[in-house]
């Protein structure tokens, strides 16, 4: 089992950047699959990002929405995933959340694919 813990949100106006931190339990990190989702309020959790683990050799995936804007990465030694974004627009002002789904070689988009959860934190971008 892994838990999940994010930090970094926050208010920013639009134009800036924030990098969002996700702290993982356990010894065994390097063998997830990572990812960030978000949920704007009323909508349903999309997915943001996501990286594959060692097994995929940490490849990345960038929701179109995302790309050219949101960074993914990860710290295997500190147990850690990242999500940098730059450029943020009003339309990004969501709850994003960080996820693990162990083992495979894929960078998962699906929200099912991920069996563990953090609580959550909030991104505001205001115009």
């Known amino acids: 089992q892994v838990q999940l813990v994010e930090s970094g949100g926050g208010c920013v106006q639009a134009g800036g950047s924030l990098r969002l931190s996700c702290a993982a339990s356990?010894?065994?990190?390097?063998?997830?699959?990572m990812g960030w989702f978000r949920q704007a309020q009323g909508k349903a959790r999309e997915f943001v990002a996501a990286i594959t683990s060692s097994w995929g050799g940490g490849m990345t995936y960038t929701a179109d929405a995302a790309k050219g804007r949101f960074t993914i990465s990860r710290d295997n030694a500190k147990n850690m995933v990242y999500l940098q974004m730059n450029s943020l627009k009003p339309e990004d002002t969501a709850v994003y959340y960080c996820?693990?789904?162990?083992?495979?070689?894929?960078?998962?988009?699906?929200?099912?694919?991920?069996?563990?959860w953090g609580q959550g934190t909030q991104v505001t971008v205001s115009s």
């Open positions: 356990g010894h065994t990190f390097s063998r997830y699959a």
């Open positions: 996820a693990a789904a162990f083992g495979g070689s894929r960078a998962y988009t699906y929200r099912s694919s991920y069996a563990y």
